[in-house]
């Protein structure tokens, strides 16, 4: 006899078992009824894409990020990272004859090779809800709102869930007038990306070593020391650009204000994330607490398109993945109650029953109820006991005279009374009272 082998799952993956599948089901179906209440329309694509649709975007240095491989036939490919690229691709071809705005939503798997911890996986689903075509500051609480209505829908509240919000076009504004040179202004932004885990030393630190004058280092310093929208307002006042990007902010707080939602956004200077192509408003979801990664990350991005050779159309969005959106929903006891249950259990006294519990399995099946029944030969109690394991909400007894007069003794199997009813009074949809009791 051959060893037994033993398969161990892959690190970074996940299985979904009943209880887990619960969980995830009861996301996508929140996650789908919020973004379609918006008016949105869901869509797909391949799990394997060319390789070079993620170079155009994020850079060579994201291949060491990937599942990236050569194919049977020679293409450089790789299971998808994000959605976004697909999504431009998708509408490069074909976005010119469609009426705009275009309002899309997916929820694709999505893969990267990363070190594995709490709240990142080397697989995740992820909820992506993209604006395109629209490029005013309404398309951006637009999307915003739906983020924040994902987490509502899931039992979360202000209590739970903060929205941080900026702008890139007021980040790059204010670096420039407090003297950053235009070519320091990505390296900028990548310290001040990662200021809140670095600290104030080490980011004062970073932005010197950028080679930005003393003056501009304690600028930057005092800002993200303190960078209320106020302090901005103080500090850059008669400062165009500055001023026109806090405009920018205030009528999209106005708008979220106006949708009931105004108490989940906060302003923060330091949220730029990190991808290079978002060039307007941003923001980022986080737990109020501050235990868990990021649930969920987007802006504006407008020059996407364009890079894979679509037409110049802006665009915004986010992406809310489920692995810390499940994180957040345990610690909370939101997880949904995953216990088998069913309709109806059919129990058939003797083996002469055995035909008319199943016809009465089938039909009311086709009726739309949940039926199960023993797949072997047991007496009552045993099938009785079978059906409080299976979480059945009612037990139906056909004996020889439910039998021969189509009906079946029906059992609550939360009280234990019972009464005996024709089987087509079930069939038509009538709630059995349970009012006597007795045992059979």
């Not at 390789?51 to 850079?59: F, M, Q």
């Not at 509502?152 to 003297?179: I, K, P, Q, W």
């Not at 235009?182 to 030393?201: Q, Y």
Request: with cysteine; hydrophobic share 40%; net charge neutral.
């Amino acid at each position: 006899m051959p060893a037994a082998r033993s398969f161990s799952r892959l690190p970074g993956f996940r299985d979904f078992a009943p209880a887990d599948l619960a969980l995830r089901s009861h996301v996508f179906d929140t996650w789908r009824r919020v973004a379609r209440g918006y008016g949105f329309t869901e869509y797909d694509g391949p799990p394997l894409e060319p390789l070079g649709l993620y170079v155009e975007k994020s850079g060579e240095e994201i291949v060491e990020q990937l599942y990236a491989f050569t194919d049977k036939g020679g293409r450089q490919v790789a299971l998808r990272p994000e959605m976004t690229p697909t999504l431009a691709r998708m509408l490069a071809g074909r976005s010119r004859g469609m009426p705009k705005p275009i309002r899309w939503f997916s929820i694709p798997q999505l893969f990267r090779y990363e070190r594995s911890q709490r709240g990142r996986l080397r697989e995740h689903f992820q909820l992506n809800v993209d604006i395109v075509g629209e490029a005013g500051v309404a398309a951006d609480a637009e999307v915003l709102a739906v983020a924040i209505d994902a987490v509502r829908g899931l039992g979360l509240g202000e209590e739970d869930f903060v929205a941080r919000v900026n702008d890139r076009r007021l980040v790059t504004a204010v670096l420039s007038a407090a003297g950053a040179p235009g070519g320091a202004h990505a390296g900028c932004l990548a310290v001040i990306d990662k200021a809140d885990r670095a600290g104030p030393e080490r980011t004062r630190a970073g932005l010197g070593a950028l080679g930005l004058p003393a003056r501009t280092v304690g600028i930057m310093a005092e800002i993200l020391a303190d960078g209320s929208r106020d302090h901005l307002a103080h500090l850059f006042r008669g400062t165009a650009p500055v001023t026109d990007a806090l405009r920018s902010l205030d009528e999209h707080r106005s708008i979220l204000d106006s949708m009931g939602l105004g108490a989940y956004l906060r302003f923060d200077f330091k949220v730029v994330r990190g991808l290079a192509y978002y060039t307007g408003i941003v923001f980022e979801l986080f737990d109020r607490a501050g235990e868990l990664r990021a649930i969920c990350g987007g802006g504006r991005y407008d020059r996407l398109l364009e890079l894979v050779g679509g037409e110049p159309l802006p665009a915004t969005g986010f992406g809310m993945g489920d692995v810390v959106l499940g994180e957040l929903l345990r610690d909370r006891g939101l997880v949904p109650d995953a216990s088998p249950s069913c309709d109806y259990y059919v129990i058939w006294v003797g083996p002469d029953q055995r035909p008319a519990g199943l016809e009465t399995g089938r039909r009311l099946r086709a009726a739309g109820h949940s039926v199960m029944y023993s797949l072997k030969s047991q007496g009552v109690g045993k099938q009785l006991r079978a059906a409080g394991r299976a979480g059945a909400r009612r037990a139906l007894i056909i004996g020889p005279d439910e039998a021969a007069a189509a009906a079946a003794t029906v059992r609550d199997m939360r009280t234990g009374s019972q009464e005996t009813r024709p089987l087509q009074s079930l069939l038509d949809g009538e709630i059995p009272s349970c009012a006597t009791g007795g045992k059979p």
